[in-house]
């Protein structure tokens, strides 16, 4: 009887240890990696340094990738926080770059989830506002190739993870990327620009 009562205490305090090994998440997402810079084009010029341009409309829904510069982790990230991304490659109209790679492109976390028991890992959702052509005029832009409906719709790019519970009580992972991590943008306007001869 008295074995018993050991047996029966001895499981549970392997099972206390067990669901307190579970609820724990598993280590707090780190930077891994430094951002890789884009390499920006060189502008061709005339014989007195002046730079060569032409007159381009850069059309509402054009595409490219921009590349984050910050490690993100819905741990730490906060609502508000804001975003420094890099055009990763040339937006070229016309045959002349109106859009330079490695300029910047701002954005702003709109939302973030912790992560959480029941499995529930964390998420990250950014929301894209602005990239710069290469005469300095600011171009508004957004996360998606139509433009939707209210001020922010379409403007919102989800970073997420799923991940399966190992147990009921699990907590999920919270959710990190890297620098370098790609979003494809789109302008979000139509804009005359001075691009660079190539």
């Not at 939302?111 to 052509?133: D, N």
């Not at 399966?164 to 005359?192: C, M």
């Amino acid at each position: 009887m008295i074995g018993f009562a050991n047996n029966g205490r001895v499981g549970f305090m392997l099972f206390t240890v067990l669901a307190v090994m579970a609820c724990s998440g598993g280590a707090p997402p780190s930077q891994t990696v430094q951002p890789v810079r884009a390499v920006a084009p060189q502008p061709v010029r005339d014989a007195s340094g002046n730079i060569l341009t032409v007159p381009v409309t850069v059309p509402d829904g054009t595409e490219f990738t921009a590349q984050t510069m910050d490690f993100l982790s819905s741990e730490k990230a906060a609502e508000g926080d804001p975003i420094l991304l890099e055009a990763e490659n040339n937006v070229i109209v016309n045959g002349a770059i109106a859009i330079a790679a490695g300029s910047p492109v701002k954005g702003v976390i709109s939302s973030v989830t912790h992560a959480s028991h029941l499995g529930k890992a964390g998420s990250i959702s950014i929301r894209v506002e602005s990239g710069q052509t290469v005469d300095g005029q600011t171009v508004r832009l957004r996360a998606t190739k139509r433009q939707g409906t209210g001020d922010k719709i379409g403007s919102v790019v989800a970073l997420s993870v799923l991940v399966s519970p190992f147990f009921l009580f699990k907590k999920g992972n919270d959710v990190a990327y890297q620098p370098g991590t790609r979003v494809t943008v789109y302008t979000n306007e139509k804009i005359d620009v001075h691009a660079w001869k190539r």
